[in-house]
């Protein structure tokens, strides 16, 4: 089936630690997005991509970093320099140039102690 | 991307048609409206779009007044398994002139519906 994959779903970590979040999808979408979601608030935008090995800060990029090696995936690696890293993280993906949705993985729940 | 305003909660029975109200006054005319709505601790999932005419799929009806300051999102027959976060949105379809904020769904606060029996 096509779609759009994270894992895992729940990652425990200690604190000072980077940690890689996986997001892989077989749409052959062109864009993909990550965000962070914190209990009772709405989704945020770190980083998107709408190419291979090209993306773009979004509103919350600090301590976090992106690659884009292939279509397929956008990794996430949360670094130590992230002051606040726990929280629900959800990947996206879409076509550009198109008035289409974007389609959302079920999330990571990573949790720093 | 323009920002978008809805009541944080809303109520509704089952059985009954929920109307979910969204005010976007700064939407400029290469900006779509989208739906997505947010199961606890899921993904959120795509409900409907539009421009500018009103839109109606097996899921919801969208409702946009002539002037695209706002919009409603309409459920017809409301069942408990609706109970989510609805995200109203504006979002860029294609490139901007700049290229810089291109189709990105941008959330805000988002509505909290609550289906009761």
């Known amino acids: 089936d096509g779609g759009i994959t994270q894992s895992p779903k729940y990652l425990f970590r200690k604190e000072g630690q980077n940690v890689t979040l996986s997001c892989e999808q077989n749409l052959n979408h062109d864009a993909m997005y990550w965000y962070r979601q914190d209990p009772g608030q709405g989704l945020r935008l770190i980083y998107y991509?709408?190419?291979?090995?090209?993306?773009q800060k979004g509103d919350i990029a600090e301590g976090y970093s992106v690659s884009r090696e292939k279509k397929e995936s956008f990794p996430l690696t949360v670094t130590s320099a992230q002051k606040n890293p726990t929280a629900f993280y959800l990947c996206?993906?879409?076509?550009?140039?198109?008035?289409?949705?974007?389609?959302f993985g079920q999330g990571t729940r990573l949790t720093v102690v | 991307d323009a920002k978008t305003t809805q009541p944080p909660s809303m109520d509704c029975a089952e059985g009954r048609a929920a109307n979910l109200p969204c005010n976007h006054s700064t939407i400029s005319g290469n900006e779509y409206v989208y739906w997505y709505r947010q199961i606890h601790s899921q993904g959120p999932q795509y409900i409907i779009h539009?421009?500018?005419n009103n839109e109606t799929n097996e899921m919801a009806s969208l409702i946009i007044t002539e002037d695209r300051k706002s919009s409603t999102l309409i459920l017809p027959h409301a069942t408990l398994r609706d109970t989510a976060v609805y995200y109203c949105i504006v979002r860029v379809a294609g490139l901007n002139a700049g290229g810089t904020s291109y189709g990105k769904l941008t959330f805000g606060q988002g509505t909290i519906l609550t289906v009761h029996p």
């Open positions: 996206a993906s879409s076509i550009i140039g198109g008035n289409t949705e974007a389609f």
């Open positions: 991509s709408q190419i291979v090995n090209d993306f």
């Open positions: 539009g421009l500018k």
